[in-house]
């Protein structure tokens, strides 16, 4: 694989026209077919095959219309010693009903006044407006057109308020993204201490990610996609395809440093680094691919999105990045080497060398205080507790929130997350059964309210609506769905399902958490076999993977701590607590996975060869994180950057993943991968790298650092006389 990345950078860097043309024709397909293909997004969850989803499927069947037609409430308030039953209060709410009625794609709306949803204090009410399309099918034209129609009941001092899934929007903010960026910048400057270099991995990083978005958007036009999916694979491909590229080019000035002409040394860079990157690439997209072994669409559609986001970080990595370098020539130097490279290839000791020796010399103490500190970031985990987002988590001035608050204190808080009980029996017998079951549940513990059974014409199936005491996101109620499902048999000849949107939450819930175990053991299982391919070895693969789920723990005992506890919640704009979102765990496992692998590659690998070609175990060490810990701590401020920025945004999801993220990779890369590897390869000595002969022949070599491509190259050195005077030309 080496020799072929070496063959393709020196291509890509000797028909750089060429290859910049290809990608640009590329982007500017891709940006057509987003523009003309798109489609809408869903911020709706549901896992076919759960009992809430069998009920809903019933529910449609038996009583007709459409599963998943839209639906939202316009919830109407009055203040101070006014009602709703006023005469110009009713008047209003009556000019608003007609509108609504108006409003495009709009079957029906349920008014108050006719519905009796007003508040025993008189004080809120709300109409139901049902829609003929799902969801999906509701324009943000037709959005507007309910708002302006709803808002009309204002002019006589009733605040209008809106909630469902119909008026939610995805606001398209790059300021996460800008923020990230800015510092990644930053922090490339510092390192390559040349504007070119430090613009060059940016600059590719978005053209990566720019194709990614607009892949997505087409799938858009073809697939249901959540509205997540979007902003969870902006920040991966921007995170990684920085990442990538900064360690392609890093390699390149090495190259340059030795005295090689800028196609050589593109291609050395590409086959060497690049073929790391290759490895790199692949843990992340099999970790996010194998999030459909958890069975839910969503995730696997999110996973497979954010898959391709990375595909194509790594193909541009490979291509265009040797490309770029060639136009860029010796300007990725600092100034004052342009015109004699090799002057950068000094003997000084690196920041890198200096911690390992560090590290080495109190390995005991730097292993236990690291592992003390992780210990005490992941103890809240012990707390954890899933859930999935409602408009109870939304930002608080949001019209969302404001209606969930204002259903909340007119009707309770259950009202938000009413469950729906369908009873299914012999024709003619459901009625009886419905009531026999309405008896029984009105007796569980948190049921404000079992409305009497509504029948289909056929009699067979009846429906019940029950009102918990307690929010949706509330443990009572979870307790509850489970506490009516287990007294389903007691009904005699009848079937009980228990759905509504606060039942598919739980049952969504639910099935993320069971299949946490078996994706984590895919996960590990795989990091064990990949690293034990990379490393020859089985201590090292080990110690690997127990690292990673450090740095998991550490993770999710932080996310816990602010997103769950509530500290610092004011400080990172958290203004809601609550449970984690379901898909939390599994995501982190994922990406926290893939990355953790980049880091333990790049910085592993070179102290393998090390001790291959004859250095004692400490001097590999030393040798490895000399030439690595520079770079690995670039990438890692840059993915905590990358990461840190999407803390503002206003998904839910993406805020807690993005902060997640940001502290998982923090312990990987400077707590474990700095800190407890070097310490725990010093402690092992050579028994770090024992493998069974039977294993070491069984297993294929990967040449993940391009050694046989260097030593191929070796016996063709190039000269350093004409590969100054080439690059002195480029700079000049």
């Known amino acids: 694989m080496a020799t072929l990345l070496y063959r393709l950078g020196r291509f890509s860097f000797r028909r750089r026209g060429l290859t910049l043309a290809v990608w ?216 990684v395809g920085i990442d990538y590229a900064l360690f392609v080019v890093s390699r390149y000035r090495h190259e340059l440093a030795a005295g090689r002409s800028g196609e050589e040394a593109a291609g050395r860079a590409t086959g060497t680094a690049g073929s790391a990157v290759v490895f790199a690439g692949l843990t992340v997209i099999i970790a996010l691919v194998a999030l459909s072994v958890t069975g839910v669409p969503f995730l696997t559609a999110m996973g497979i999105a954010a898959a391709g986001t990375v595909a194509v970080a790594v193909l541009v990595t490979l291509s265009l990045v040797p490309a770029v370098l060639g136009f860029a020539g010796a300007k990725v130097l600092p100034k004052k080497h342009r015109a004699n490279p090799t002057a950068a290839h000094g003997n000084k000791v690196t920041f890198g060398e200096r911690w390992a020796r560090g590290v080495l010399k109190h390995r005991i103490v730097a292993l236990v205080v690291s592992l003390g500190l992780i210990a005490v970031a992941a103890v809240p985990a012990l707390d954890l507790r899933l859930g999935l987002p409602d408009e109870g988590t939304a930002a608080v001035e949001s019209t969302q929130r ?121 996960v590990v299982g795989l990091a064990f076999v990949l690293l034990m391919l990379v490393f020859r070895s089985i201590l090292v693969p080990l110690k690997a993977t127990l690292g990673f789920l450090l740095s998991v723990g550490a993770a999710f005992g932080a996310l816990v701590w602010v997103f769950q506890q509530g500290h610092l919640a004011g400080l990172l704009g958290v203004e809601s607590t609550g449970p984690l979102v379901s898909v939390m765990p599994i995501f982190l496992i994922g990406i926290l996975f893939g990355l953790s692998m980049d880091y333990e590659v790049f910085l592993v690998t070179r102290t393998r060869e090390e001790y291959v070609h004859g250095a004692s175990p400490d001097d590999a060490v030393v040798t490895g994180m000399s030439h690595g810990v520079r770079v690995v701590t670039a990438a890692a401020l840059i993915m905590m950057s990358v990461f840190a920025g999407f803390i503002l945004a206003d998904d839910t999801i993406i805020k807690s993943l993005g902060f997640a993220l940001a502290f998982g990779v923090f312990v990987d890369a400077f707590l474990v991968r700095m800190t407890i590897v070097p310490a725990v390869l010093s402690l092992l000595g050579r028994a770090a790298w024992w493998l069974p002969r039977w294993l070491d022949k069984a297993l294929p070599n990967v040449d993940v650092e391009g050694e046989q491509l260097t030593k191929s190259l070796a016996a063709e050195p190039e000269q350093a006389p004409a590969a100054e005077k080439e690059l002195a030309t480029t700079a000049a």
């Open 24 to 239: 640009a024709l590329l982007l500017t397909l891709a940006g057509v077919g987003a523009a003309t293909l798109s489609g809408p997004t869903s911020a709706a969850f549901s896992i076919p095959g759960t009992e809430s989803s069998r009920a809903m499927d019933v529910l449609a069947e038996k009583f007709g219309g459409k599963s998943d037609s839209a639906s939202a409430k316009v919830v109407f308030t009055v203040s101070g010693d006014a009602n709703l039953t006023g005469a110009a209060q009713q008047a209003a709410v009556a000019d608003a009903i007609a509108r609504l009625k108006q409003a495009p794609q709009v079957a029906a709306v349920a008014s108050p006044y006719e519905a009796k949803t007003i508040s025993p204090d008189l004080r809120t009410g709300y109409a139901t407006v049902t829609y003929a399309v799902p969801a999906t099918e509701v324009s943000h034209a037709d959005r507007e057109a309910l708002i302006e129609a709803g808002d009309g009941a204002e002019t006589a001092g009733v605040a209008v308020e809106f909630s469902g899934e119909v008026t939610q929007t995805v606001e398209e903010s790059h300021a996460a993204e800008a923020i990230g960026i800015v510092v990644a910048a930053f922090v490339l400057l510092l390192t390559f201490g040349s504007l070119v270099a430090a613009g060059l991995p940016l600059l590719t990083a978005l053209i990566g990610v720019g194709l990614g978005m607009a892949g997505i958007q087409i799938a858009t036009g073809f697939f249901d996609l959540s509205s997540s999916t979007s902003a969870l694979a902006s920040m991966l491909g921007l995170a």
């Open 402 to 522: 404001k209606a969930y608050d204002q259903l909340a204190a007119g009707f309770g808080p259950g009202f938000n997350g009413p469950l729906v009980v369908v009873v299914e029996a012999a024709a003619g017998t459901a009625g009886t059964a419905a009531e026999q079951a309405r008896t029984a549940i009105s007796k569980l513990k948190d049921v404000v309210l079992v409305t009497p059974a509504t029948l289909n014409p056929a009699g067979d199936t009846a429906m019940l609506t029950v009102i918990p005491a307690s929010a949706p996101t509330s443990e009572a109620t979870t307790d509850l769905v489970h506490a009516i499902r287990e007294h389903a048999g007691s009904v005699t000849g009848a079937t009980l399902a228990v759905t509504g949107a606060t039942a598919v939450n739980i049952d969504i819930s639910d099935k993320l958490t069971a299949a946490l175990g078996p994706y984590l053991a895919i």
